[in-house]
């Protein structure tokens, strides 16, 4: 059986998604992680690049949503320069919420992709609703407490994951 935390891409940041392997794939929706995979948690609002990226995304056709556990006015503050699909306390891993979300778009999660910097969150969530995860080194080595508290395992699982790889 598949390893649900196991990611099915591994990439160093949100720039290297594989476009064209995900649209192959049949991927329409990109859910994305916002602490620590496009900003770091104490940064309040996402730079230029990401922003870029966000509408390039946008533009090739894709439908975006920022998926974060985080609080609402963190979520609400991100978005301004991103205007996407936003949900805040997400419940990740649970793809409970996700799947609604995506559904009302016309989509299926199996549909979606998940990118984050936490196997036990984001990773888990994808495989939860049925679509890829991806996981995307963390930005820094800064974490929110809650997640500080996650992230020894986070590092195993990743580190058993390479060992597998080989990488
Ligand atoms: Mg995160």
Redesign the pocket.
């Known amino acids: 059986m598949k390893n649900p935390l196991f990611p099915d891409i591994y990439i160093k940041s949100i720039y290297e998604l594989p476009l064209e392997y995900l649209e192959e794939k049949g991927i329409k929706v990109l859910a994305f992680?916002?602490?620590?995979?496009i900003a770091p948690?104490d940064v309040a609002e996402p730079d230029d690049s990401a922003v870029e990226l966000f509408a390039y995304l946008k533009k090739r056709g894709f439908r975006l949503i920022l998926l974060?556990n985080n609080h609402k006015e963190r979520i609400t503050i991100f978005n301004r320069k991103l205007n996407v699909t936003a949900v805040y306390k997400a419940g990740k891993p649970s793809g409970k919420i996700l799947k609604k979300v995506v559904e009302k778009m016309g989509y299926k999660g199996s549909e979606t992709a998940v990118i984050?910097?936490?196997v036990f969150?984001?990773v888990w969530c994808a495989h939860n609703v049925g679509g890829i995860g991806i996981y995307s080194q963390?930005m820094c080595n800064r974490d929110q407490l809650i997640?500080k508290v996650k992230r020894p395992a986070d590092k195993l699982v990743m580190a058993l994951y390479k060992r597998r790889k080989g990488i």
């Open positions: 992680d916002i602490d620590n995979t948690y974060s984050g910097d936490q969150t984001d963390p997640t």
